[in-house]
């Protein structure tokens, strides 16, 4: 039973640590990290003062294109359920003809392999993908909305995993549960 209960506890942190929902819009959140989970503005891009390419800081960089599109290396797998994606293949990223993270139009409704700057793989689901409008003075704005889940290395055991407010309260429920056994 306790074999059962830590196996529980690390899937449930696994399952819940390692994934999200994220929007990006141009240009308030043009950049997402998935080590950190964040997104990034434009502007502090700018504000970083930095003249490194954006795409070696960031694993997805939005474009404001005249369509949704992204600079990421990255496998379109097509129009299937993230679920379907349980081992990122080890070639065939755009990154591994170009040299550099390649950009491209973002398909509504299809997944992805993504391999980071770090070697880490992500994979991601598009949700949605709208062309705002042609307001803004950099380009276009545009939105896209994706699930992801985050992987350390080339298989699904190896989840980002387990940050302490999601690990901490399960094991402190199970050390309760045994004491009262």
């Not at 600079?71 to 591994?96: A, E, K």
Request: glycine share 8%.
């Amino acid at each position: 039973m306790l074999k059962n209960l830590f196996s529980f506890i690390v899937v449930f942190g696994i399952l819940f640590a390692s994934s999200g929902l994220t929007t990006l819009e141009w240009p308030d959140s043009a950049y997402f990290k998935f080590s950190t989970a964040q997104t990034f503005s434009y502007d502090d891009y700018l504000a970083s003062g930095t003249n490194q390419d954006p795409t070696d800081m960031y694993d997805i960089v939005l474009e404001p294109w005249d369509q949704p599109a992204w600079c990421t290396n990255r496998i379109d797998m097509g129009n299937v359920p993230l679920s379907s994606l349980t081992i990122p293949p080890t070639s065939g990223y755009s990154d591994d003809v170009l040299g550099f993270a390649d950009c491209d139009y973002v398909n509504e409704g299809h997944a992805y392999w993504i391999k980071t700057r770090t070697g880490a793989y992500a994979k991601v689901k598009v949700t949605e993908a709208v062309h705002l409008g042609s307001t803004d003075a950099d380009g276009n704005i545009n939105r896209i909305t994706f699930e992801w889940n985050y992987l350390t290395d080339g298989t699904s055991d190896n989840l980002i995993c387990c940050p302490a407010s999601v690990v901490l309260p399960g094991l402190i429920l199970a050390g309760f549960l045994l004491s009262r056994k």
